[in-house]
């Protein structure tokens, strides 16, 4: 099953998407929902478990072996990791809070990441 566009999965309606096995959009996954087929997210290979989903108070992060998304930023993690607290923080105004935050965390899952 393929989807284009948009997509919110929450463990109240992840049955629908059970065979989900690739989006083109944006995608938000909430508490504990899993998608247990999904291949691809934007055209990158998730399979295998190689996506990860961080809820932060103001966005969802998607992580991938090769991009990040925060939000509607999506970018790769060298994209990331190189750009600044001042350059973060002039995204959004919760921008570098979030980065502060959770900075930690998404390299210690970009690692694993890599590692699959």
């Known amino acids: 099953m393929k989807h ?3 997509l919110e999965i929450t463990s ?3 049955h629908l998407y ?3 096995t690739e989006i083109s959009g944006d995608l938000r996954v909430y508490g504990s929902a899993t998608l ?3 291949q691809s997210v934007d055209g990158e ?3 295998n478990g190689k996506i990860k989903f961080i809820e932060t ?4 992060a998607i992580c991938t072996p090769k991009m990040l998304r ?3 930023q999506r970018r790769t993690w060298e994209e990331w990791i190189g750009m600044s607290n001042d350059e973060i923080g002039s995204l959004d105004e919760n921008a570098a809070k979030i980065a502060k935050e959770y900075r930690a965390k998404l390299l210690k899952i970009h690692e694993e990441l890599k590692g699959q």
Do not use: R
Request: hydrophobic share 45%; net charge negative; aromatic share 4%.
């Open 45 to 47: 290979d998730v399979s």
């Open 12 to 14: 109240g309606n992840a």
């Open 18 to 20: 059970a065979k989900l």
């Open 57 to 60: 108070p103001v966005w969802i």
């Open 4 to 6: 284009t566009g948009n």
């Open 36 to 38: 247990d087929a999904l």
């Open 70 to 72: 925060i939000g509607c």
